[in-house]
C-alpha cells in the first residue's frame, strides 16, 4: 500500500545558482532515482515490466519470470517519475502519468499513451508513447506526490495533494545521511485540487475544483454520470503512514490503543462537468439523487468539493477492471484497521455498504485480485486471488482462491518457499504470455 519512491545517489555535487542560469543545471539537481522495481507488475504492448515509481522499469519474462532488460524511460518520454499504476484502455492501450522535473525550467505532470499494438516487434513499444497532456506543477521544486490516477471513458482525474516531494531535498540527501521519507512533506494548511482531463481534447476541463488536505495513494474507480465525473479514492488525514518506515516505528509493538497511523477512509467525490458561472454563492452543484458528495460554489467562483464517505480502514482496492471507468459496484480490498499490515480481505459493496470477510489466524493478506469468469454476466462473477504469508511457523506461504460472489474459499496453493509479504500483482492469462 505504500508507495516506494526511492533514490539511490546524487549525481553530483552541482549547486543551485537561481534564476534563468539554473534552468541549465535542473537536471543535474534531480536526483538518480532507484531501479528497484518492487512495487508493481504492469504491461506495455505485449511486454510486462516490473515496476517502481521512477524513470526505471524492468522487464520480465511472464513465462519464466526471468529477468530482462532495464527500461529508462527518459529515452522515450521526458520525465523523472512514473506511477507503478497505469490504466488499459479497450483498445489495449496503457495510459500513465508521470512527472518531469525542471525540464527548460519548469515541472509538469505528464499523461501518456503507450500503444497496446507495438507497430515495431523488435523494439521497445516505448519508443511509440505519445504525451496527451501537460499540467504545470505549481512549484519548480516542490511537485505533488501522487501513486496513481483515476479514468473513465473520456476524463483522466488527477488528484493534486499538498503531499510534496522537495527535490532539492531529495538531491542532497545522499550527502546527509537522510532518507526518502525526511524529503516529502505533508502542507495540511493547503488545499487539495482536483484536475479532471478530456481525453478527446487533451486538455482540463474549465472551473477549479479543490477539497481539504489529505494524502492519497490509490485510486479505486471512476465513471461518468449525469454530467458528473464521480471517483472514489482511498485518502488519509496525514502522512503519519510514512513514519512507519523509520526502523524505530519499525520496531515497536503495535496495539490498538497506540494506534501509530491514521486509518484510511473511502471517499466518493463527484465533480460536474457543466456549471453555470452565474450560479449563487453556497449552491450545490451535484445533482445525482444517489451520491451525498456536494460540489459548493465558493466566492471566487471555485467549486469546494465535500465527500460522501463510502467506509474506513480498506486499502490496495481492486476491481472487476472491465468495469474500469464505468458504473460499478463492488470492490475488493485488504483491511488495514489501525495496524500498518492488512489482517483481512473483504469485498465491500459500495450500494449496500456490507462487507464480506475473510480472514485467518496468523495469516498477513496481500492485493485481493479480481479475475472474471470467462462466460460471466454479473459483475462480481469471478474469483479472488490473494497471496498470503502466515507467521506460523508450520504454514507455508499460500494463494488464496475465493468464490468472488459469495466470498467463500474456493481452494488454496501453497508453495515450499520463503515468501515475502506482497503488495500488488497482475493476472496474466494463458494466451497472452
Ligand atoms: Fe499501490
New binding site residues.
Partial sequence: ?A?CLQFHASRGPEKYVGGKRAFSYLSNIVPEFTDNCL??IIRCGQDYYASSETNFIRRIDPQTLDTLEKVNYTKYITLNLAT??PHYDCAGNTLNMGTSIGDKGKTKYVIFKIPGNNPDKEKSPLKHSEILCSIPAQKLFCPSYY??FGMTENYIIFVEQPLKLDILKLATAYFRGVNWASCITFNEDEKTWFHIIDKRTRKPISGKFYTDAFVI??HINAYEEEGHVVFDIITYKDNSLYDMFYMANVRKVFSEESAAISVPATKRFAIPLQHDKGVEVGTNLVTIPTIKAKAVKSEDGTLYCEPEILCEGIE?PQINYDFNGKKYRYVYAAQVQWRPIPTKIVKFDTVTKDMLVWSEDMCWPAEPLFIPSPDGKEEDDGIILSPIVSSDPNKSAFLLVLDAKSFQELGRASINAGLHLD??GIFIPDHNV
Fill in positions: 500500500m508507495p512495487i508493481n507503478s499504476h501513486h496513481s495513494y490509490h490496495l503488495l500488488h
